[in-house]
């Protein structure tokens, strides 16, 4: 007699459920994993940017840069430029595997440039998630007190 209680359609919903709070977990344990690219504090990445260990690539839009000022060590190199990467390309002297860090305001420009960077052929992307503004991974460059630099 088959148990009332263990159903296909349950079968399917609690495995469906179990599958979800595993990737759930996954992408709060390794974040880096989740998003396809190593992470930077901005601390970190201001630190490095400075000792040229890595390129610092802002890539948000002119008026962001102009309204916040640029991360001492960055270079202003907004995202939605049709030469992008050739841009980025020859700052990187044509090695697309040296390091290249990413930040924007908040994180999500970056975190997702970081990807496509990635399945581009650049082999050491790193996003810097708490962007200049802040995230609720952190202060963000500006509130952390770090150095910018003026656009005019």
């Keep these: 007699m088959p148990n009332p209680g263990l159903t296909r359609r349950g079968l399917l919903v609690g495995g469906t459920l179990a599958a979800g709070a595993g ?47 640029l991360g001492e060590g960055a270079l202003p190199l907004d995202m939605r430029r049709p030469d992008f990467v050739a841009t980025l390309d020859a700052a990187l002297g044509g090695d697309r595997s040296r390091p290249v860090a990413l930040i924007c305001a908040s994180g999500v420009r970056s975190a997702r440039l970081a990807r496509a960077l990635a399945d581009a052929g650049f082999t050491d992307v790193r996003d810097v998630p708490e962007g200049m503004s802040g995230s609720r991974l952190g202060p963000g460059w500006v509130r952390s007190g770090l150095p910018v630099v003026a656009v005019p």
């Design 23 to 69: 990737l759930a977990v996954w992408t709060t344990l390794f974040p880096d994993d989740a998003v396809g690219a190593r992470s930077l504090g901005v601390a970190e990445a201001h630190r490095a940017a400075l000792a040229g260990t890595i390129t610092l690539v802002d890539i948000r839009r002119p008026e962001e840069w102009k309204s916040t000022g």
